[in-house]
Nanobody
Framework: QVQLVESGGGLVQAGGSLRLSCAAS????????MGWFRQAPGKEREFVAR????????HYADSVKGRFTISRDNAKNTLYLQMNSLNPDDTAVYYC????????????????WGQGTQVTVSS
């Protein structure tokens, strides 16, 4: 099994930046593709970004392209999400997740999830 713990959320003003971290333990972190998801109040959870175990394939949701950067440090068993140019629409609980598939197309392909960290962007 894999245990995931997010951190780094908080309150920021529009246009600001924030870096989220996801610490993994249990199974070998480097064996998993990792993703970030978010869920705003009253909305369904949505995909944000993902990165394969070797960093060879990275994909972002259209809403965050050019603003967010996903990365990972396998030596530290940690996943990151650098968020720049934040706007109020980015307000949500952010979750990290792990998948055994190289390119998990659907949310259900992610078998392990963290508890989430709140990101609030004020206008």
């Amino acid at each position: 099994q894999v245990q995931l713990v997010e951190s780094g959320g908080g309150l920021v003003q529009a246009g600001g930046s924030l870096r989220l971290s996801c610490a993994a333990s249990g199974r070998t972190f480097s064996s998993y593709t990792m993703g970030w998801f978010r869920q705003a109040p009253g909305k369904e959870r949505e995909f944000v970004a993902r990165i394969t175990w070797d960093g060879g394939s990275i994909h972002y949701a259209d809403s965050v392209k050019g603003r967010f950067t996903i990365s990972r440090d396998n030596a530290k068993n940690t996943l990151y999400l650098q968020m720049n140019s934040l706007n109020p629409d980015d307000t949500a609980v952010y979750y990290c997740a792990a998948s055994g598939l190289y390119v998990p197309t659907y949310e259900r392909a992610y078998g392990y999830w963290g508890q989430g960290t709140q990101v609030t962007v004020s206008s």
